[in-house]
Each structure stands twice: as structure tokens, then as C-alpha cells.
């Protein structure tokens, strides 16, 4: 503070533009102060949290631009051939690149972590800024931000390991935003991708949010390629040359339809008998697809092999239930009461084999 004539002092600091410029109008300490508290800090703070916006939404379309390349090949191509041809990829619009889809979800989650990462930077710049602007020194904050970084460590080992957990799996592209995965507990759709969570919605609608530090295996249903593998029982009175021609002849006529290319990508295989069961033969037949489709294929592979075995008169397994019926236990009419009574008649025995020596059955 600087000192003038009379007993009033300067109560501005260098630099507050608003204060001095009252000041040297006025010459009142106290309307000084007032008019750089009421009006200068809350315009330095207003701007602050407006420059904190401003940035923010330029790295996040920054971002968004960086998304956009990557999902049009800057990421490495991993898919050995994803869904594309046909009508389907048609209304997909993936006809031009195969790999498209795969690139896209993993360029939306790297999108999201990055964004992530910017908006906690961009939060931690603004808040120390706030406090500075407010008068408070904000030089222990930064030397203790080590040690309670430390202690937190120590603390919050499983949230580090959450945290850890999900960086490396992002990077090493595990799974990403869309993929089909099982988790162990859970498993379902991805939908979302954090540092510390992975929210993911199985088959009836249920959310689940796992924790990345206790993911212990993934099983992605997503990438690269899937496959069909359906066992279908015959009864034992069957050709199985015969099933195994008709099952190929089934799955070529899935490969060669229109409404399926792109959805089964490799020429489909017969295996051959799978097991001899008590009830049948199970014969097994294998259709490689595209990630995702596995279901799908498999469902119009069975109603297809339904109705060509009802046309051809192979016949399928089933349960069959047999019922004996007992006879009501009577007494013999030739024996008295301290006879023994012979035994009832099961369901197989004749008349004559429950009739006594010596006698015809009436």
C-alpha cells in the first residue's frame, strides 16, 4: 500500500486496477476496498470460471476432431473383417470400410477418457486460480499436493487400483463403447467406459457398473470375428451320411442368401459327429461370423434345419413317457381264504401264466 496526503493509505494492491482507479477518484480507502470486493473479485472470479468453460470446450472439440480421424483409420486395424456387404452393411454404411466399426468404438472410448482427463485438469487449474484471486496463498497447497497424493496412495489403494486397472485396459483396447463382453459377474453390452468404472447392460436391461480393478478376465464376443457352433441331435435309426449332407446343404444355402453376406464371412463347415448320447447322436456344424451376428445366425440356422429335417423325415430326440398300469390285487375263486393268493399280474403276464397247475384260465 502506498501513502498519500493525510491520513488515508492506498488499500490497493499493484495490479487491482479497479481499487487504484477508485482510489485516486475518491481518495476513500473504504470505497476502494468495497468497490474491488463487490465488483472487481467477482468479475476476476466470473472471468475466471468463463475462461475455465472456454478452454474446456475447445480441448473437448479438439478431441471430438481427433475422434472423428481416428474412427476413419488412425487407429491401428485389428478387424479381420467385420460386418459389411449385403443389406445389412448396406444400412450400416460399412461397405466401404470393413473395419470401421471396430476403429469407431475405440476411438469413443479413448474420446471419453481424454475428455475425462481435461475436464479434472481444467476443474484443478480454475480452483487454485480462485483461491489465489482470492488473496490466499496458494504455494502450500501445491508443495502439500505431493504428500496427499502420497497419503491417498496409501489410503485409496483400491481406488489406485481402479485407476490403474483402466488406463491399461483402455490402452491395450480389451474392450470398448458397444463391445459384447463377459466380466465374470456380469456381462452384456458395453455402454460406457471410465478410469475407475465399466458400465455395461446384460440381456434383460439390467445396468451394471464394475469396478476395472476387479475385473480379473474379459471375454469379448466382439472383436475380430465370432462363430456359430450349433449340435444337432438325430436319433440313432438315422443316416448320419445323409444328416451331415443335409446340415451342409442347410448352411450353404445361409452363405450363399443375400440378406446374410457380410454376416457369415468364411464358407460354413460340417464337423461331424460331436457325441453319442443316450437319447441320440449330436452332430455339430460351425459358421464363422461376424462379430455380433453369432446369435442371430444361429437362430435362422436352427428354424432352416427345423424345416428341412421336416421335409427330409429325419427325425430329432425327444422324451418319451411310458405308462404301467397295475391291475387291482382280488383273490383267485378256486382257493379259500387260508390259501396263499397268487401274485397280481403285471402288465406283460397272461392269464395263463397267473392261473393255478393243472388249471385253464376261464
Known amino acids: 500500500m502506498t501513502e498519500v496526503s493525510g491520513s488515508e493509505t492506498n488499500p490497493c494492491d499493484t495490479g487491482e486496477d479497479l481499487c487504484n482507479l477508485t482510489w485516486e477518484q475518491t481518495g476513500d480507502s473504504t470505497l476502494a476496498t468495497a468497490a474491488d470486493w463487490i465488483v472487481g473479485k467477482p468479475s476476476a472470479l466470473l472471468g475466471l470460471v468463463l475462461i475455465g468453460l472456454v478452454v474446456r470446450w475447445l480441448l473437448h472439440r479438439l478431441i471430438d476432431r481427433i475422434v472423428r480421424r ?3 483409420g488412425m487407429l491401428p ?70 504428500i496427499i497424493g502420497v497419503a491417498i496412495g496409501f489410503g485409496s489403494q483400491a481406488l489406485v487400483k481402479d485407476f490403474l486397472s483402466g488406463i491399461f485396459m483402455i490402452f491395450e483396447d480389451q474392450y470398448g463403447v458397444g463391445d459384447e463382453v463377459d466380466l465374470g459377474e456380469a456381462s452384456g453390452t458395453v455402454e460406457a467406459v471410465s ?53 451342409a446343404d442347410v448352411a450353404h444355402d445361409l452363405w450363399d442368401d443375400e440378406d446374410f453376406k457380410g454376416r457369415v464371412i468364411e464358407e460354413p463347415s460340417v464337423w461331424g459327429v460331436q457325441e453319442l448320447g443316450p437319447d441320440g447322436v449330436l452332430v455339430r456344424v460351425a459358421l464363422k461370423t461376424a462379430p455380433l451376428e453369432q ?68
Open 295 to 362: 446369435w442371430a445366425v444361429a437362430r435362422e440356422m436352427r428354424q432352416r434345419i427345423k424345416a428341412r429335417f421336416d421335409l427330409e423325415g429325419i427325425e430329432v430326440p425327444f422324451a418319451q413317457r411310458v405308462l404301467w398300469i397295475r391291475e387291482q390285487e382280488r383273490p383267485h375263486p378256486s382257493l379259500t381264504d387260508e390259501d396263499e393268493q397268487p401274485p397280481a399280474r403285471g402288465p406283460a403276464q397272461t392269464e395263463a401264466e397267473v392261473a393255478p397247475t393243472g388249471e385253464t384260465p376261464a
Open 70 to 72: 481416428a474412427e476413419h
Open 195 to 247: 478410469l475407475r468404472v465399466t458400465r455395461l447392460r446384460d440381456v434383460n436391461g439390467t445396468v451394471w457398473y464394475v469396478r476395472n480393478g476387479e475385473i480379473l478376465r474379459v471375454g469379448n464376443m466382439s472383436q475380430n470375428w465370432a462363430r456359430t457352433v450349433l449340435d444337432v441331435g438325430v436319433t440313432y435309426a438315422e443316416d448320419l451320411a445323409h444328416v451331415q449332407r443335409v446340415l
Open 77 to 146: 486395424n485389428r478387424v479381420s473383417r467385420a460386418i459389411s456387404g449385403g443389406r445389412m452393411g448396406a444400412a450400416l454404411n460399412l461397405n466401404e470400410d470393413p473395419g470401421y466399426t471396430r476403429r469407431a468404438q475405440r476411438a469413443a472410448t479413448m474420446g471419453s477418457l481424454l475428455k475425462s482427463i481435461v475436464t479434472g485438469v481444467v476443474l484443478t487449474v480454475v480452483t487454485l486460480m480462485f483461491i489465489a484471486e482470492l488473496g490466499y496463498d496458494i504455494a502450500p497447497l501445491i508443495a502439500s499436493a505431493g
